[in-house]
């Protein structure tokens, strides 16, 4: 479907009242020109006679009449435009609220995370969101929409009027002029078109814009003195995405000259026809006036102005909207399940043959993984970095579904149970956690948004060793955790993620029963770290627990550790015994303590190592 009249066909839904009100006022926008034509006419063709026989005679009366319509008609065109404009606004706005209302819905109805990891999602996401360099939106196009309908009715009113004196020069205007616009709006969408087959180039030149324009970037840039590397690939990347729209500019260059020489020879063949004719007498005065301004009526079919761009490039993102609703919709998108949750993990999770690649790679991360974890106890996976660990709290997590073997919760396989249901009995923070630019109560609270108490959040803060981070702001847990917002306050690597943890144990206050942290204290030095677990492991005794970690002389006191490595399980068992068997835990153990032994020679947190 054209994506000019999907946006037509989707305003009703928008709002019924607003789009009756805009149609009446542009067939009423329509009809001024023709009436404007017909009443002019009449006033010429009055003056004679009022002339001769004076204001109180009928001549004198029609005359009056007649500018009384006239300017009636002449007062209305000068009032419904801007009222038209107006009107289609509001209906505009009400429709690119929903547009945009349809994209966040798109993007967070998968109960999984891979199609956000997924490059053409992202193109899509991004051309429903805009026309990549273009600033005009669906309200702008439908103001452009009820505009040019005006305008075509219009001329299509006033070729009525012209065809009372040659049927076949109204039916020829109308088609040249048709034909015109046809033409020019036909450029305009093939424009259009080659910047949306960019979407990626234009994606890569915003990610520069944005590493020049944002703080997350802005310190690295000067130090290293990136700027003039950044404006480069911005403008390079930019130039690249813009050069099939350039080309196609060169390329219909002349198409503009031609379309105006056919318009203004059409132009000339009626007045040059209507001038012979009062010339001829075969119309007088009053018709000469009606036809000339009827055929200057016709032209207003041949609109093309910023109201055509502004529809061309803002329903462009209705086409990749809907593209957006299906592709998030295929299989390879899809985490299902409507089994319940309730009181899981009761005996345990088990991960049985797990193999598991991300979509898109070759190499698998798991190929084969066993692992099993008893309800109410304690377990610790560490590794080096790159060894499959936070994917493994993904699959917990239900993120991304195994793509091979299966992950059972008391023997019932995860696929067969409910994500969100799943979810609500899961309290997770990952290594790259969010900050959220809100309040306290907030960045705590999100743990469980629909449990919020305050009452509630201070006893998961205390747990975090937050509380003390909180009665310290400004405002308490109402102040904004953002420096850009005016009166909020940032906070430091550790005081975030105590806020984090604080999160995680809100979530298990509200009924989550396991509990999952990936690399929850790596902005804390090692002897915190040590102390934090060590009060972990006793707030959170007969909890299901997973710390994942990748300093191994922090977790020593869980009840059972893991080594995983290349996407394996290679040793297992209680510290002690790992230590015993000498092997790779014993020997990463000993070469990180190594290097943090303490002033007195122990290891951080106790003489182990």
């Known amino acids: 479907m054209p994506p000019v009249l999907a946006a037509a066909r989707s305003l009703p839904a928008v709002s019924p009242r607003l789009t009756a009100a805009t149609v ?111 600033q005009a939106t669906l309200s702008d196009a439908v103001v452009g929409m009820a505009m040019v309908s005006a305008s075509s009715l219009a001329g299509v009113a006033s070729a009525a009027v012209l065809a009372a004196y040659r049927w076949w020069l109204a039916a020829g205007l109308l088609g040249v002029y048709a034909v015109v616009t046809w033409v020019l709006v036909g450029q305009l969408r093939t424009t259009v078109g080659a910047l949306r087959g960019n979407t990626r180039r234009f994606r890569r030149s915003s990610y520069f814009r944005d590493l020049a324009l944002g703080t997350a970037a802005g310190k690295e840039l000067r130090v290293f003195g990136l700027g003039s590397w950044v404006l480069e690939r911005f403008a390079g990347e930019w130039q690249l995405a813009m050069a099939g729209f350039w080309h196609q500019q060169r390329k219909g260059r002349w198409v503009p000259v031609i379309c105006a020489a056919s318009v203004t020879g059409a132009q000339v063949v009626t007045h040059v026809l209507l001038a012979r004719s009062a010339v001829a007498g075969d119309i007088d005065l009053s018709q000469l ?166 009452g509630a959040l201070a006893t998961a803060a205390a747990r975090a060793g937050a509380l003390g981070v909180v009665d310290a702001l400004p405002d308490g847990w109402d102040t904004v955790l953002s420096p850009r917002t005016p009166g909020g306050v940032d906070l430091s690597g550790g005081q975030w993620q105590r806020i984090a943890l604080a999160r995680a144990y809100f979530a298990v206050e509200a009924g989550a029963s396991l509990l999952i942290l990936d690399e929850p204290t790596a902005a804390l030095d090692v002897r915190a770290e040590a102390a934090f677990y060590d009060q972990f492991l006793e707030l959170t005794e007969g909890l299901t627990t997973i710390v994942i970690s990748h300093r191994f002389s922090t977790v020593r006191r869980a009840d059972r550790i893991v080594v995983i490595d290349e996407g394996r399980i290679v040793e297992s068992g209680p510290h002690d015994a790992l230590m015993a068997e000498g092997g790779r835990y014993a020997r990463l153990f000993g070469l990180q303590a190594a290097h943090v032994v303490g002033p007195a020679g122990d290891a951080p947190g106790g003489g182990d190592g």
């Open 24 to 134: 009446a006022l542009v067939l009423v926008l329509a009809a001024l020109p023709a009436a404007f034509a017909v009443a002019s006419g009449s006033l010429v063709g009055s003056i004679p006679g009022a002339a001769t026989d004076g204001w109180s005679s009928p001549a004198g009366r029609r005359l009056a009449g007649a500018v009384a319509v006239v300017v009636g008609v002449f007062v209305l065109q000068q009032v419904a435009g801007p009222a038209l404009r107006e009107l289609a606004d509001a209906l505009g706005r009400r429709a690119e609220a929903r547009l945009r209302s349809q994209v966040m819905v798109a993007t967070l109805v998968p109960a999984g995370v891979a199609h956000l990891e997924d490059p053409d999602v992202a193109d899509l996401v991004r051309d429903a969101e805009s026309v990549s360099t273009g």
């Open 289 to 454: 006036v009606t036809f000339a301004g009827a055929a200057a009526g016709v032209a207003t079919v041949l609109s093309i102005g910023w109201d055509n761009l502004n529809i061309t490039y803002g329903t462009a993102a209705l086409p990749a909207a809907a593209a957006l609703e299906r592709a998030v919709a295929e299989p390879r998108f899809t985490v299902g399940g409507t089994g319940a949750a309730d009181g899981m993990p009761a005996t345990g999770i088990t991960l049985e043959g797990v193999n598991f690649t991300y979509p898109g790679r070759s190499t698998p991360v798991f190929d084969g993984l066993d692992l099993t974890i008893p309800a109410g106890r304690s377990l610790a996976i560490v590794g080096v970095n790159g060894a499959g660990k936070t994917t493994l709290v993904k699959l917990l997590a239900r993120l991304y579904d195994p793509t091979g073997g299966r992950i059972a919760v008391d023997g019932v396989d995860l696929r067969q149970v409910d994500p969100v249901a799943w979810r609500r009995r899961v309290a997770a923070i990952f290594q790259d956690f969010v900050r959220y630019e809100l309040s306290a109560a907030d960045n705590v609270g999100f743990g469980a948004v629909d449990h919020r108490d305050r």
